[in-house]
């Protein structure tokens, strides 16, 4: 397994491009099947978990071609079931649900896995389907679902701790060849399922209120192929802009869509950052004190629970305590465990990490135990003084496009130790 081995210190400085999104990616690749024509998705980013979603559609039937950030993908002939091991490993699978369904009327797949940041339940996702008209059964590891018919429904899919963005991206996408009307009550407003709506639509569905808390999808007959470029990465230009202030450099992000990152833009300022916006691109600018801020989690447009681990990696440089409350993962605080490693003092109490910032850091071997918990991490490490070690970077290389080459491009010395 590759490790980062970083030299900390030194203040990241230039420009920096901005990849597709990829958590906009992985649905909209999903909702491919749902058409036997040929789809085409631009502005890719090349990232493990782009090509473990190949692998699972290809599992399914799909034809799948990637090449210089384009996916081709045609969905001529396809069956209900994918490879039981490569579903299950990775929790973005749960999102061909909906299509197969939807195209075929039956469909399994194995319970999804992933990141190991709570127990990550799919009951929003089954209620959901359910609700459309879907029969469901979980066995051995297994979901069978069988809809002789989809009748389009109103459903209110919030849940403990809010909507689900995948579980919307699922139901959206059976929804649009369901006979009928479908209102999605509680609907997640994720600027991915903008992204997913725009591709659905450009497909031929009828969706409207994206981005809102209630979705219309009025059911057709059949979907076509069409083109689409996916959104730029808002927690990727997110993770630069924190590491930006971080090391107290400037960073000027091309192709980051401000409006998609308020609340983290937000609170960066709040930390002492100066942002900039021009046309096309965003210029984050440390360098002064770093003042604590105090943040809780939420679904869009609140504070995005994949930028908590970044966000506190940055809390233990500020001069003071800040509250950081975690809203959506339960156990998503692996991170608070490898940064005290690196001598930050944090204190888990419940759903909130106690940060008593402005202690220094100072380099040492740390383990990433999940993608954004390594970012974190990556981010700790070039603060700190002396060598960080990262280990098990894969978790990074799911999410962050050659994250080592462009952080080497912004100054920082990072380099990936093959193997171990
Ligand atoms: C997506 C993102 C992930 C992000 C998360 C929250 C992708 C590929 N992943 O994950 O990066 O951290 O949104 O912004 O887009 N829940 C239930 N029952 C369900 C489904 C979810 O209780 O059936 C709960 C979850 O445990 C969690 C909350 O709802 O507490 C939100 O999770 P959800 O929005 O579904 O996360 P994902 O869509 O899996």
Redesign the pocket.
Known sequence: MDSFLIEGGIALRGEVNISGS???V??IMAAALLTAETCVIRRVPDLS?VRFMGRILESVGAEVKFEDGTLTLRAANIRGFGDYDLIRKM??S??ILGPLLARLREATVSLPG??V???????????ALQALGAEIRVAGGYVYTTAPRLDGALVFLG???????????NLLMAATLAEGVTVIESA?C?P?IIDLADFLNAMGAKIHGAGSPTLTITGVKELHGAEHDLIPDR?EAGTFAVAAVATGGEVTLRGARPDHMGAVLDKLQEAGARIQRSAGALTIKGGGLVRPVDLTTM??SGF???MQAQLMALMCQAQGTSIITER???SRFMHASELMRLGAEIAIEGPSAIVKGGRPLSGAPVMASD??ASAALVIAGMAAGGTTQVHRVYHLDRGYERMEEKLGRLGARISRIPGE
């Open positions: 990829k958590n906009a992985l649905p978990d929790r973005g749960i999102c992933g990141c940041i709570g127990t990550r339940p799919i009951d929003l996702h089954l209620k849940g403990r701790a809010g909507p689900t963005v995948l579980g919307t991206a997640a994720e991915e927690i679904p869009y995005p629970t994949d959506i993962f339960e993608l954004r």
